[in-house]
Nanobody, 112 residues
Protein backbone atom coordinates (compact mmCIF):
# COMPACT_ATOMS: atom_id res chain seq x y z
CA UNK A 1 0.00 0.00 0.00
CA UNK A 2 1.96 2.97 -1.30
CA UNK A 3 1.24 6.48 -0.07
CA UNK A 4 2.32 9.54 -2.03
CA UNK A 5 2.69 13.11 -0.80
CA UNK A 6 3.32 15.98 -3.21
CA UNK A 7 4.83 19.33 -2.32
CA UNK A 8 6.41 22.35 -3.98
CA UNK A 9 3.47 23.95 -5.72
CA UNK A 10 2.71 27.64 -5.53
CA UNK A 11 2.40 30.88 -7.44
CA UNK A 12 5.08 31.68 -9.99
CA UNK A 13 5.45 34.27 -12.74
CA UNK A 14 5.62 33.26 -16.41
CA UNK A 15 9.15 32.18 -17.26
CA UNK A 16 9.84 31.15 -13.70
CA UNK A 17 10.69 27.77 -12.20
CA UNK A 18 9.38 25.38 -9.58
CA UNK A 19 10.45 21.98 -8.36
CA UNK A 20 7.77 19.55 -7.28
CA UNK A 21 8.51 16.66 -4.95
CA UNK A 22 6.69 13.37 -4.46
CA UNK A 23 7.62 11.38 -1.36
CA UNK A 24 6.65 7.70 -1.45
CA UNK A 25 6.09 5.43 1.53
CA UNK A 26 7.94 2.55 -0.16
CA UNK A 27 11.25 2.30 -1.97
CA UNK A 28 10.98 3.65 -5.48
CA UNK A 29 12.73 0.65 -7.11
CA UNK A 30 9.79 -1.46 -5.89
CA UNK A 31 7.51 0.67 -8.10
CA UNK A 32 7.69 -0.02 -11.82
CA UNK A 33 6.86 3.50 -12.95
CA UNK A 34 6.30 6.86 -11.28
CA UNK A 35 4.56 9.65 -13.09
CA UNK A 36 3.45 13.24 -12.84
CA UNK A 37 0.01 14.17 -14.13
CA UNK A 38 -1.79 17.47 -14.17
CA UNK A 39 -5.37 18.63 -14.40
CA UNK A 40 -6.33 22.16 -15.38
CA UNK A 41 -9.78 23.64 -14.82
CA UNK A 42 -12.25 22.25 -17.35
CA UNK A 43 -9.78 19.71 -18.73
CA UNK A 44 -9.12 16.03 -18.17
CA UNK A 45 -6.11 14.79 -16.29
CA UNK A 46 -3.08 14.36 -18.55
CA UNK A 47 0.32 12.73 -18.27
CA UNK A 48 3.21 15.16 -17.94
CA UNK A 49 6.22 12.88 -17.42
CA UNK A 50 7.13 9.42 -16.16
CA UNK A 51 10.18 7.52 -15.00
CA UNK A 52 10.63 3.76 -14.59
CA UNK A 53 12.58 1.94 -11.91
CA UNK A 54 15.35 1.50 -14.48
CA UNK A 55 15.56 5.23 -15.16
CA UNK A 56 13.75 5.45 -18.49
CA UNK A 57 11.96 8.77 -18.87
CA UNK A 58 9.12 9.95 -21.07
CA UNK A 59 7.66 13.41 -21.53
CA UNK A 60 4.57 14.91 -23.02
CA UNK A 61 5.35 17.02 -26.07
CA UNK A 62 4.14 20.19 -24.42
CA UNK A 63 6.82 20.01 -21.69
CA UNK A 64 9.83 18.63 -23.59
CA UNK A 65 12.84 20.85 -23.13
CA UNK A 66 11.28 22.61 -20.14
CA UNK A 67 10.51 19.94 -17.53
CA UNK A 68 12.75 17.21 -16.10
CA UNK A 69 11.66 14.22 -14.06
CA UNK A 70 14.18 12.57 -11.75
CA UNK A 71 14.32 10.34 -8.72
CA UNK A 72 16.34 9.91 -5.55
CA UNK A 73 16.04 6.31 -4.42
CA UNK A 74 17.72 6.99 -1.07
CA UNK A 75 15.00 9.50 -0.21
CA UNK A 76 12.12 7.59 -1.84
CA UNK A 77 11.35 10.77 -3.74
CA UNK A 78 10.56 11.71 -7.33
CA UNK A 79 10.98 15.27 -8.56
CA UNK A 80 9.62 17.36 -11.38
CA UNK A 81 11.79 20.34 -12.22
CA UNK A 82 9.70 22.85 -14.15
CA UNK A 83 11.43 25.68 -16.01
CA UNK A 84 10.17 28.34 -18.41
CA UNK A 85 6.69 28.03 -16.99
CA UNK A 86 3.74 29.26 -19.02
CA UNK A 87 0.25 30.31 -17.91
CA UNK A 88 -1.12 27.18 -19.60
CA UNK A 89 0.93 25.09 -17.15
CA UNK A 90 -1.46 26.19 -14.40
CA UNK A 91 -3.00 23.04 -12.96
CA UNK A 92 -3.12 20.71 -10.01
CA UNK A 93 -0.16 18.36 -10.35
CA UNK A 94 -0.52 14.79 -9.12
CA UNK A 95 2.05 12.11 -8.41
CA UNK A 96 1.19 8.57 -9.51
CA UNK A 97 2.62 5.12 -8.86
CA UNK A 98 2.13 2.24 -11.31
CA UNK A 99 -0.84 3.98 -12.92
CA UNK A 100 -2.92 3.43 -9.78
CA UNK A 101 -1.94 5.13 -6.51
CA UNK A 102 -2.38 8.91 -6.40
CA UNK A 103 -1.22 11.71 -4.18
CA UNK A 104 -3.53 14.53 -3.13
CA UNK A 105 -2.04 16.97 -5.62
CA UNK A 106 -0.24 20.29 -5.40
CA UNK A 107 -1.47 23.45 -7.12
CA UNK A 108 0.78 25.29 -9.56
CA UNK A 109 -0.39 28.72 -10.65
CA UNK A 110 1.55 30.57 -13.35
CA UNK A 111 0.43 34.17 -13.51
CA UNK A 112 1.77 37.71 -13.53
Amino acid sequence: QVQLVESGGGLVQPGGSLRLSCAASVSIPSIFVMGWFRQAPGKQRELVASITNSGTTNYADFVKGRFTISRDNAKNTVYLQMNSLKPEDTAVYYCNADWSAWGQGTLVTVSS
